[in-house]
């Protein structure tokens, strides 16, 4: 079993920056790709970034050139460093990994970019 929890949301000014951390725990016995999404009320879930086990990143084009993932594999934790925040980014986050073909979800961390 695994665990997953997401922090580092919050309210933030528009233009400024947050880095959320997805720390995943459990029976993790390698590397795992891992992805960040994020959910607006009444719109489906949709794709911000994902990584790789290897570290090859992909992004949405909202947030291109703005957010970066990166992961720490020592502390099993996965990062998302979000700047140039827009109204339109606010959301909840959820982070996902993929361990033993099993897609692991965690609860969300709320972003609110608001003046």
């Known amino acids: 079993q695994v665990q997953v929890v997401e922090s580092g949301g919050g309210l933030v000014q528009p233009g400024g920056s947050l880095r959320l951390s997805c720390a995943a725990s459990?029976?993790?016995?390698?590397?795992?790709?891992a992805g960040w999404y994020r959910q607006t009320p009444g719109r489906q879930r949709e794709l911000v970034a994902t990584?790789?086990?290897?570290?090859?990143?992909n992004y949405a084009d909202p947030v291109k050139g703005r957010f970066t993932i990166s992961r720490d594999n020592a502390k099993n934790i996965v990062y998302l460093q979000s700047s140039s925040l827009k109204p339109e980014d606010t959301a909840v986050y959820y982070c996902?990994?993929?361990?033993?073909?099993?897609?692991?979800w965690g609860q969300g961390t709320q972003v609110t970019v608001s003046s």
């Open positions: 990584i790789t086990s290897n570290g090859v990143t």
């Open positions: 459990g029976n993790i016995k390698s590397r795992y790709a």
């Open positions: 996902n990994v993929f361990i033993d073909n099993t897609l692991y």
